[in-house]
């Protein structure tokens, strides 16, 4: 079993409709991360959370939230979604006692039409 | 702030040959560098890392040199297999643990 799942793995929303990727994990891990993808632009920071009660800003949070419901679950939220929102998501989470590596979900690829 | 500036693909490669992907980046301080991998259809995981100035990091038969005096940490391997074929990211981390990406450089290996 994967240590980091993430649901769903493939999504076909419209324009405007409200959509949540949830993300779960076994590693035990505190730290939890939403990154999403787009060729040519490599992986890019939306959320973070340190703990249940730690969340912050990446660098592009507009247009998204997030709700970290457990130390284990970490799920990202498109309130209206628009088709620039079309791109790959990824779920991640780290443990900075040793040494901060990322592991990372499969990946949810999300379709805005 | 940090960034990543990692060679454009995509890379054609015969079996055998010698890949090497140039990244050069931009931090304040000293960050922690990074090579992950992307096989198809799956997330990124990490291929090797280095975290001080003059480290070497080295996993299946990659590597690559942390240089500060060039700010930069290519990757390299000197013969290649189909089962290299991958996107490969380089990232960097400051001392909180946020990395920041390359843009990803695509590496297709035929038999």
């Known amino acids: 079993d994967a240590d980091v799942t993430q649901t769903p793995r493939n999504r076909i929303t419209k324009t405007g409709k409200r959509i949540m990727l949830e993300c779960s994990q076994t590693k035990g891990h505190d730290r939890m991360y939403w990154y999403r993808q787009d060729p040519g632009l490599g992986l890019r920071l939306i959320y973070y959370?340190?703990?249940?009660?730690?969340?912050n800003k990446g660098e592009i949070s507009d247009g998204y939230s997030v709700s970290r419901q457990a130390q284990a679950k970490f799920s990202l939220s498109l309130e209206s979604a628009i088709p620039n929102q079309t791109a790959l998501y990824f779920c991640?989470?780290?443990?900075?006692?040793?040494?901060?590596?990322?592991?990372f979900g499969n990946g949810t690829r999300l379709t805005v039409t | 702030g940090n960034s990543v500036t990692q060679m454009e693909g995509p890379v054609t490669l015969s079996e055998e040959a010698f890949l090497t992907i140039n990244c050069t980046y931009t931090a304040t301080g000293y960050p922690s560098l990074f090579w992950y991998v992307q096989y198809p259809g799956e997330g990124l995981q990490l291929l090797l890392k280095?975290?001080?100035?003059?480290d070497k990091g080295s996993n299946k038969g990659f590597e690559a040199t942390y240089r500060k005096e060039t700010t930069s940490f290519h990757l390299e391997k000197g013969s290649v297999q189909v089962s290299d074929s991958a996107v490969y990211f380089c990232?960097?981390?400051?001392?909180?643990?946020?990395?920041?990406f390359g843009a990803g450089t695509t590496v297709t290996v035929r038999a």
């Open positions: 280095a975290t001080k100035a003059d």
């Open positions: 990232a960097l981390s400051d001392n909180d643990y946020k990395l920041s």
């Open positions: 959370s340190f703990d249940v009660k730690d969340i």
């Open positions: 991640a989470t780290s443990d900075p006692r040793r040494g901060g590596t990322l592991h």
